[in-house]
Structure formats: structure tokens, C-alpha cells
């Protein structure tokens, strides 16, 4: 079983910056591939960022493609998401979500465990 830890969210300003963080526990961190999903009001979750074991391959939705990168830190056990550039459609909560099992990245039913999620809110 895996626990899996957000934090780093907040109110900002568009145009800012956040860096979320995802401490995994319970297994070891490089062991497998990892998510990264938000949810905004009303709204289903979507995909935002997947990163394969190593760290060396990752995978963006468009809507936050060259704004946002993910990555980890297998040693402390832990995953980023680095957020610049911020809007207010990005006002969400977001989620990290492991192991990834296979199947499309994209689609919430192919990664097994979730954190409780860290609220982000932009502002105009």
C-alpha cells in the first residue's frame, strides 16, 4: 500500500508560481511511475502530469504544457509540481496519485492510491 502526502497549494495571483509536493510513503518512491490530477468545481478530475519511474520521461496535458513541470526525487521519496505562470482556470485542487499500473496515462482508473489533495487557488 502506498500514502501518498500533497502540499504546497495556495491563493496566488495569476501569473505567479507554486512548486506542490507529493511525499509518498509505505513504498519506495522509485519503484513506480506517478500522476499528478487536479479537480476544479464542478468538473471532473483531469489529467495534469505523469512522470515514468526514473524521472526521465514525463507527459503534460496541453492546457499546462511549458507552464508546468513535474519531478521527483526518488531519494526523499517525494514527486513536484512546479507551476509557473499560473491562471485562474488552473484554480483546482490537486492530486498525486500512484502507482501508475498501465494503460493510459491520462486516465484516473490506471493509478491505484491518492492523496487528499492541496487546494490551489489563482486570482485575476
Known amino acids: 500500500q502506498v500514502q501518498l502526502v500533497e502540499s504546497g497549494g495556495g491563493l496566488v495571483q495569476a501569473g505567479d508560481s507554486l512548486r506542490l509536493s507529493c511525499a509518498a510513503s509505505?513504498?519506495?518512491?522509485?519503484?513506480?511511475?506517478m500522476g499528478w490530477f487536479r479537480q476544479a468545481p464542478g468538473k471532473e478530475r483531469e489529467f495534469v502530469a505523469h512522470?515514468?519511474?526514473?524521472?526521465?520521461?514525463?507527459l503534460y496535458a496541453d492546457s499546462v504544457k511549458g507552464r508546468f513541470t513535474i519531478s521527483r526525487d526518488n531519494a526523499l521519496n517525494t514527486a513536484y509540481l512546479q507551476m509557473n505562470s499560473l491562471k485562474p482556470e488552473d484554480t483546482a485542487v490537486y492530486y498525486c496519485a500512484a502507482p501508475y499500473n498501465g494503460g493510459s496515462y491520462y486516465s484516473r482508473a490506471n493509478y491505484a492510491y491518492w492523496g487528499q489533495g492541496t487546494q490551489v487557488t489563482v486570482s485575476s
Open positions: 509505505g513504498r519506495t518512491l522509485s519503484s513506480y511511475a
Open positions: 512522470i515514468n519511474r526514473s524521472g526521465a520521461r514525463t
